[in-house]
DNA sequence: CATATTCCTACCAAGAGAGTAGGATTTGTC
DNA sequence: GACAAATCCTACTCTCTTGGTAGGAATATG
């Protein structure tokens, strides 16, 4: 699996706070309470968020967080990136720079390559906002089916 | 990561069967030696692929295995999801009809089946013979620097 | 019959995934 | 100043997957 709860989850949290958001600071429990997640397992993911610069944050009573920028300048890919450390879809390609010693001479490299550049285009190319929304078009494209209604 | 060692060199071994399989049966071992992995290993991999019947095999003095079709007959995405089961970038994307309880009212839904959508599309897109003639363009499409020659 | 090969079952060690536990620190309110 | 509500921080644990290994039975060729 490309992604775990753990992305599933920071998005999911991205996208609650972008609902609530206009009100002030949310607090962990109020979203662990209203998407029936574990309260602890998503401290510990929220702080990554917290600590990638997605979030501001407030201790203290009335604390809590929100979300640093607009929704619409969040990729998807920041937020996976940022949770999962990377969203390479084989071991082979990691980190810009490093790669396997067998690159010069492996055949199935561009293919690997090829999927790692179209998962990353896809994600880039949808923000917060767009799930937000419900951008089904630019989430499934051509496999939407109520993008266009049967007549 | 979405494709493990397993599916990774299930298709290396699909590649070596079709550049070798010209003049017959080839042995594991001639594979393991010549893609440098354990032979051992290898033979678990290439069990999945004779049993669905991606190959044929021959036992005994002077046995192994060859490809059961044409190269271009095969899809990187058949290979792949025999060996790896599912391709399905998150968990809550699994077979064809099984979905999560919250799908009705998930709004990141629609974000995953589209990512899926995009990554099967890309693997059905090519086949093992494109591969073996390295065929960039079509692995690497847009991405792809050295087609398109610096003038 | 010897040898080279596939086939089959079982086992194992390390790491990742998915959380839990407990407490320290900070801030607002009475 | 005390208390409560919240974030912050460190460490632990359990289970499942990954990436193999071991040993031998069955089978075809010469």
Redesign the interface.
Known sequence: ?????KG?YA??VM?DLARKGENGYVSLSDIAESENLSMKYLESIIAILNKGGMLKSLRGKNGGYMLARDPKDYT?NEILLLTEGTL?????IMQEGVQCEKAATC??L??????D???EN??KG?TLED??I?N?KK???E??ESCEPAE
């Open positions: 699996m490309m992604v775990s709860t599933r998005l999911t996208v998807i390479a879809p084989v071991n082979c055949s199935t561009p293919l690997w390559a090829g999927l550049k179209v998962i896809y994600l949808i799930i937000i419900g089904r989430m499934l494209g496999y939407c």
